[in-house]
Nanobody, 124 residues
Framework: QVQLIESGGGLVQAGGSLRLSCAAS????????VGWFRQAPGKLHEFVAG????????QYADSVKGRFTIARDNAQNTVYLQMNSLKPEDTAVYHC?????????????????WGQGTQVTVSS
């Protein structure tokens, strides 16, 4: 069964770091862009970061630029989200998703396969 599995979430103090991983079964997103989204309680699902199929092109939401870094290891079928200088407003459930195309998009509709998510909680 094709699926995406996120890991690496947890509780961290403001200013701390976490690294999220998104592991794919088989070659689920070898030729696809991958994105990270998040949803906080009472808020809309929002785009966080995306990476193209090759790993050479990335994009970020303005709220995380300079603090978060997305990367991928296609040999390991894994995409990472390094999160530094975390803030309480980063608290959310983080999901990775496979894009239908080779280039990333900040629109949810461009993604066709989603993981179940991992909780990130940043305390002040």
């Amino acid at each position: 069964q094709v699926q995406l599995i996120e890991s690496g979430g947890g509780l961290v103090q403001a200013g701390g770091s976490l690294r999220l991983s998104c592991a794919a079964s088989e070659r689920t997103f070898r030729g696809n862009a991958v994105g990270w989204f998040r949803q906080a309680p009472g808020k809309l699902h929002e785009f966080v970061a995306g990476i193209d199929w090759s790993g050479r092109s990335t994009q970020y939401a303005d709220s995380v630029k300079g603090r978060f870094t997305i990367a991928r290891d296609n040999a390991q079928n894994t995409v990472y989200l390094q999160m530094n200088s975390l803030k309480p407003e980063d608290t959310a459930v983080y999901h990775c998703a496979r894009c239908r195309s080779q280039s990333a998009s900040d629109h949810q509709g461009a993604y066709d396969l989603w993981g179940q998510g991992t909780q990130v909680t940043v305390s002040s």
